[in-house]
């Protein structure tokens, strides 16, 4: 195991100096890179966001220990590389993950970078020191992590309870930063200071976040902008008008429709449509009477016409799948066949909508005495439009609902709070299930939303955790989607494809096909004008 991990992080290594090799001739120094963000973070304490538009403006003031390929578009773990680390080892029994740091790094108030900010970070993440975030959405992401231990100022050990193969993907991911031992919480949230190629310059809620070029960066000639300016825009309809006339660069989350404009009036846009990377799903409190009946939750979860949804909100453009997103974009989701076989995904909607109507009934509610609810959702399109559509599929089973739009920079604390009754929310599927599972599913877990607990189900997440070989954790990840189909748990709506727009002058961007977090770094991103 430690020679193959050393393997692949020097063949990433000598990778990347035939990549830069091959391509510095051709790649030009300077520029402002415009990027279209869809909402305004709460703050700008990274280990805060709960989101891509708050999470991927900070990408780049920050470096992780490894970091995912940024030209691979499926992250693997095989698509890992050095960042702070240099290298890294696991010890014989795979319970203990060393790290060699790098040396020489400096923060961008000039501090020198070390082991103890790694404790730190480790310490924020898990809110164990003694000055903590506010809203932690990831805290228990690293559950199955017992402590870290650093020998000198240049090497820390990661030591796990027990085995768990893909760790490395939850310290590779966009969220992972280091971030420095003199820093404040309070103090990330207004001024972040990282290692990272771009440092932060301002942030205008609700307007703008503005990056600009590291010039001390660890990185010989890196990065090739100047900075990057991200443009904060809610209406997607008005953010294809800004693409149009030249006011972006990059504009992504994009639906088919607005592809579609912009290509037919951009000409040399460079579109692609990817597959989705984040589900629709249906929320309801489980806890708040009459919800916490499961016959009642299995008629609304049986209400749902999912093609419909594709078909209206997507324009055709997404897929059907549950909670692991779907083959070929994810890696680890059930394939279409066996998929069908899941309770409440049977093609045939009109039979299970007769179906819910027949559960309602019993539970005495009809089409003169429906149940009154309120569907709560973000007040961003990509949340409220299928909300909508979710109201009007609720009606076909004697559940009338009004729409409870709340403010985005609420909405998830206020989920959080269970501060709802039934919702329509988005939640992400990878690249990896660990910690998807464990973190939206696990008992007591920190993005549980609707606290569901089932001790089968965390037996089973770990047991997939723990497991090496790919097609025996399959089987295991497979029971664990029928037994919350079996649950209704948090029903699994659909995948939107989404659309990502680049000038013809933007050189060295790519798009994740399995995660919306972890290409937001640009460090070799550039400019050809």
Not at 39 to 62: C, F, H, K, R
Not at 79 to 94: Q, Y
Request: charged fraction near 20%; glycine fraction near 8%; hydrophobic fraction near 40%.
């Amino acid at each position: 195991m430690k020679r193959a991990l050393r393997g692949v992080a020097a063949a990433a290594a000598v990778l990347a100096l035939v990549l830069s090799a091959a391509t510095a001739a051709a790649q030009k120094q300077g520029g402002i890179l415009r990027v279209y963000n869809a909402d305004s973070p709460p703050g700008l304490n990274i280990y805060e966001q709960a989101t891509p538009w708050g999470q991927g403006p900070l990408m780049g003031v920050y470096n992780n220990l490894i970091l995912f390929d940024q030209h691979v578009a499926q992250n693997s773990l095989g698509s890992i590389v050095p960042d702070l680390a240099s290298k890294w080892e696991w010890n014989e029994d795979g319970t203990a993950l060393t790290f060699t740091l790098r040396q020489g790094v400096k923060w961008h108030d000039g501090q020198p970078f070390t082991a103890k900010d790694v404790l730190c970070t480790v310490d924020l993440m898990l809110d164990k020191g003694a000055q903590k975030v506010r809203f932690n959405p990831r805290k228990t992401n690293f559950s199955n992590l017992d402590t870290v231990t650093a020998n000198g100022d240049y090497e820390v050990t990661f030591h796990l309870k027990r085995r768990q193969p893909a760790f490395p993907m939850l310290l590779a991911n966009g969220f992972a930063a280091i971030t420095p031992c003199h820093q404040t919480p309070d103090q990330m949230r207004q001024h972040p200071i990282g290692t990272g190629p771009f440092k932060f310059v301002e942030f205008k809620p609700n307007e703008y976040i503005k990056l600009a070029k590291n010039p001390d960066y660890w990185k010989p000639g890196l990065p090739y902008l100047d900075g990057i300016e991200f443009t904060i825009i809610k209406d997607p309809a008005t953010a294809v008008l800004a693409f149009i006339s030249g006011k972006f660069d990059i504009a992504g989350g994009l639906s088919p429709a607005n592809v579609n404009d912009i290509k037919a009036q951009v000409p040399g846009a460079i579109c692609a449509e990817d597959p989705g990377t984040v589900n629709r799903h249906l929320i309801i409190n489980r806890a708040t009477p009459p919800f916490d009946n499961p016959e009642l939750r299995q008629a609304m979860t049986l209400s749902i016409d999912r093609k419909a949804f594709i078909d209206i909100v997507s324009q055709g453009q997404g897929e059907i799948g549950g909670v692991l997103q779907p083959p070929p974009g994810g890696l680890w989701g059930m394939p279409p066949d066996m998929l069908k076989q899941l309770p409440g995904y049977d093609p045939d909607v009109a039979k299970r909508r007769a179906q819910a109507r027949q559960i309602m009934e019993k539970l005495g509610y009809g089409p003169k005495n429906p149940l009154q609810i309120k569907v709560s959702a973000s007040d961003i399109s990509f949340y409220r439009d299928p909300a909508i559509l979710l109201i009007d599929q609720l009606k076909q089973v004697y559940i009338e609902a009004e729409l409870e739009s709340i403010d985005s920079t609420r909405y998830y604390p206020k989920i959080m709070r269970q501060e709802f009754t039934v919702g329509l929310n988005l939640q992400t599927s990878g690249p990896d299930p660990d910690p998807i599972l464990d973190l939206f599913y696990g008992c007591g877990s920190s993005l549980n939303w609707d606290h569901y607990c089932n001790k089968e189900v965390d037996e089973l997440i770990t047991a997939q955790s723990i497991e090496g070989d790919v097609a025996r954790r399959k089987q295991i990840l497979w029971r664990i989607e029928r037994k919350l189909a079996e649950d209704d748990t948090r029903p699994i709506i659909f995948y939107a494809d989404r659309g990502t727009c680049t000038g013809a002058n933007v050189k060295g961007a790519i798009v994740n096909t399995n995660s919306i977090f972890n290409a937001a770094r640009r460090e070799d991103v550039w400019l050809d004008r």
